[in-house]
């Protein structure tokens, strides 16, 4: 944890708060904190300060703190991403939300197991776990947004079309690896499930005017090719 992320009912006065739980635990046996240390803080959707430590005990934490600095700029790419098994979610979750992705859709294509969109990890409550987490590696208070579209053919008829007004789009399959070619700046990314898009997808992707994406020939863990593609795009 590199940043306390704090909410709005944390704060028991203007510039007090009081902390319980998982972050009380952080700072106790992580950061071994003690009365007049110093933590980095930020409040979600807001700035970034510094929290002193006034008051730690068995149960809580109470820290006096300053927000004055903005968090860090968020990435202006849109990524789309085949549902994966629900360990692979949540890693990849709290892995773009620390790179600054500020928006996720989450699909259904023909490869999905349909049992995926039971689990618990696509529950609001889950997801939202995963992406504080990459805030609080990166420093970050600006949480993505997250959308679930259980339908292939909805999605790529009514939204994806909304998405990419003024984006360049890019298909990642694996193919040679070529040069991005130089655009807009921002971006949506598409990326399959490990058992790659149908061709039917594909077709359908790419007369919407998405542009072939690809790091190589070989299938790569989704977890692997996510950061790996938007390091491309940046």
Not at 180 to 197: I, Q, R, Y
Not at 207 to 224: D, I, K, S, W, Y
Request: proline letters at 7%.
């Amino acid at each position: 944890m590199n940043l306390v992320l704090l909410e709005d009912t944390d704060f028991v006065a203007p510039g007090q708060v009081r902390l319980e739980g998982r972050r009380h635990r952080h700072l106790r046996k992580i950061l071994r904190v003690d009365v007049g240390d110093v933590v980095l803080v930020g409040q979600l959707a807001g700035s970034v300060g510094r929290g002193r430590v006034d008051k730690l005990d068995s149960q809580s934490v109470f820290l006096s703190v300053e927000l004055n600095e903005g968090p860090p700029a968020a990435l202006p790419i849109t990524l789309v991403l085949a549902l994966p098994r629900p360990p692979v979610l949540r890693r990849v979750l709290s892995g773009v939300s620390a790179m600054g992705v500020k928006r996720i859709c989450l699909i259904d294509t023909e490869s999905v197991e349909k049992s995926f969109w039971q689990s618990h990890g696509v529950l609001g409550d889950s997801i939202r776990e995963q992406l504080m987490l990459g805030l609080e590696q990166s420093r970050d208070t600006r949480l993505p947004d997250v959308s679930l579209h259980r339908d292939f053919g909805i999605f790529a008829k009514e939204t994806l079309p909304r998405l990419l007004d003024g984006v360049d789009g890019y298909l990642a399959h694996p193919a040679p690896a070529r040069s991005v070619p130089p655009g807009s700046g921002a971006a949506l990314l598409a990326v399959g499930p490990e058992a790659g898009w149908t061709e039917v997808e594909r077709d359908w992707l790419a007369e919407l005017g998405l542009m072939p994406l690809g790091l190589g020939m070989r299938a790569l863990r989704v977890e692997t090719a996510v950061p790996a593609l938007i390091a491309r795009l940046l």
